[in-house]
């Protein structure tokens, strides 16, 4: 069971995904520092949805399952960091460890969704419905997205950009199939369209 560097944050990070941060805290600083000083060629953290509280200052809430992210890019600022991770393993959470000098957990890895090309029809609903419901709610364009060609790095992409919550997100974080992901996904979306008519 390996002790990670975690990043608790007020959004859920899906594998392949990228996530820009910018670094501000003390603490964080402190983590980035020493994932840039590793030897290690790694510069991976761990990324978990606060359930309750905020990104700053510690006392909050985490959500027990999580992404872990690639260090990818940092840039200084004045007084920050600017940052961009990819999401790459999703993990449970095993133990919290003393935020000292900033969160660390043990946890261990989650097996990776496994892809059948019997799920293609559904993958293609799930699209379809992904992209009409943004076209409706979002901005212009935003349906635009191209998809990886990868079949499992294409799906969680449609979950990180379909038009959601962020615990409907985690809903499908959590997902233990590519079949329940795509079946979750589909109905979330269309639970959301359905709000955003009746509004």
Do not use: H, N
Not at 89 to 103: G, I, K, N, Q, S
Not at 126 to 142: F, L, S, T, Y
């Amino acid at each position: 069971m390996a002790a990670s560097a975690m990043f608790p944050l007020g959004s859920v990070l899906f594998p392949g995904v990228a996530i820009p941060l910018r670094v501000f805290e003390p603490r964080y600083l402190t983590l980035v520092g020493r994932l840039l000083d590793e030897v290690e060629p790694e510069f991976e953290f761990g990324v978990v949805l606060i359930e309750r509280g905020s990104e700053a200052g510690g006392g909050d809430q985490r959500a027990s399952v999580g992404t872990m992210a690639r260090l990818v890019s940092a840039a200084a600022g004045a007084d920050d960091l600017l940052i961009v991770g990819v999401g790459t393993r999703r993990f449970t959470v095993e133990r919290w460890l003393d935020d000292d000098p900033y969160p660390r957990a043990e946890i261990s890895t989650l097996p990776e969704l496994e892809w059948s090309e019997a799920l293609a029809p559904l993958r293609a609903e799930a699209e379809a419905i992904v992209r009409r419901v943004i076209a409706r709610v979002a901005e212009p364009d935003a349906d635009a997205v191209e998809l990886s060609e990868d079949p499992v790095a294409a799906v969680w992409q449609l979950a990180a950009i379909a038009p959601l919550g962020e615990y409907d997100k985690y809903t499908l974080l959590k997902s233990t199939s590519m079949g329940g992901l795509l079946r979750q996904l589909i109905d979330l979306t269309l639970e959301a369209e359905e709000l955003w008519s009746a509004g």
